[in-house]
């Protein structure tokens, strides 16, 4: 089973700045990761898929790099509705399909 | 846009049988482009991907639930559906629907990310 870990735990930053999230496989799995955005009592949300594509209608703000092992989510210009929990799920390697724990994105 | 929903009893017993359905606002079922699966999130495990399946009826499990869990499609009701049986406190979650998209690199086998995801139900296992 791949392991995705996601770092920091939590991160705080204020709107209008840059945020910057980690996820790391325990395995290469290419580009195969997705980013996902969960609001407090809402489902996942897609925004990104193959590492750096983004998903309809999710503004440029967001943007994703990496390959193999290592991923970064880029939130440019921190809005009000950003602050979220944001997921990376790994689909390189299955069953099973694997997600990291999150990471927090809050107010700062 | 599509919808999905998911139904199910809210509240179970140990041991029971859990029975979800998901609900599809069209019938995109019937197209062999999407595979659907059920994910669910506790606070304590985070996501946890239980099983997937096609319009054809295949499946494919988490090695974890694979003894317990079984997924179906009924096409004609543009639905598909969960059961895992002998729930314990563990299985306390909110169950989530979601489609999967493939993605081709060239001619090879389709890669699966989930695209569009239900709005989750809480079902509570206790006595």
């Known amino acids: 089973e791949i392991v995705m870990t996601q770092s920091p735990v939590t991160l705080s930053v204020s709107p209008g700045e840059r945020a910057t999230l980690s996820c790391r496989a325990s395995?290469?799995?290419?580009?195969?990761l997705a980013w996902y955005q969960q609001r407090p009592g809402q489902s996942p949300r897609l925004l990104i898929h193959?590492?750096?594509t983004r998903a309809t209608g999710i503004p440029a703000r967001f943007s994703g790099s990496g390959s193999g092992t290592e991923f970064t989510l880029t939130i440019s210009s921190l809005q009000s509705e950003d602050f979220a929990v944001y997921y990376c799920?790994?689909?390189?390697?299955?069953?099973?399909?694997?997600f990291g724990q999150g990471t927090k994105l809050e107010i700062k | 846009q599509l919808q999905l929903q998911e139904s199910g009893p809210g509240l179970l017993k140990p041991s029971e049988t859990l029975s979800l359905t998901c609900a599809i606002s069209?019938?995109?079922?019937?197209?062999?482009?999407?595979?659907w699966g059920w994910i669910r999130q506790t606070p304590g495990k985070g996501l946890e991907w239980i099983g997937s399946?096609?319009?054809?009826?295949?499946?494919s499990y988490n090695p974890s639930l694979t003894s317990r869990a079984t997924m179906f499609v009924d096409t004609s009701k543009s639905q598909f559906s969960l059961k895992l049986t002998s729930v314990t406190a563990a299985d306390t979650s909110v169950y989530y629907c979601?489609?999967?998209?493939?993605?081709?690199?060239?001619?090879?086998?389709?890669?699966?990310?989930?695209?569009?995801w239900g709005r989750g139900t809480l079902v509570t296992v206790s006595s």
């Open positions: 979601a489609r999967q998209h493939p993605y081709y690199y060239g001619s090879g086998s389709p890669y699966w990310y989930f695209d569009l």
């Open positions: 069209d019938d995109s079922i019937r197209s062999t482009y999407y595979h």
């Open positions: 399946v096609s319009y054809s009826g295949g499946t």
């Open positions: 395995q290469r799995i290419g580009i195969n």
């Open positions: 193959g590492a750096s």
């Open positions: 799920h790994q689909y390189n390697d299955w069953p099973p399909y694997t």
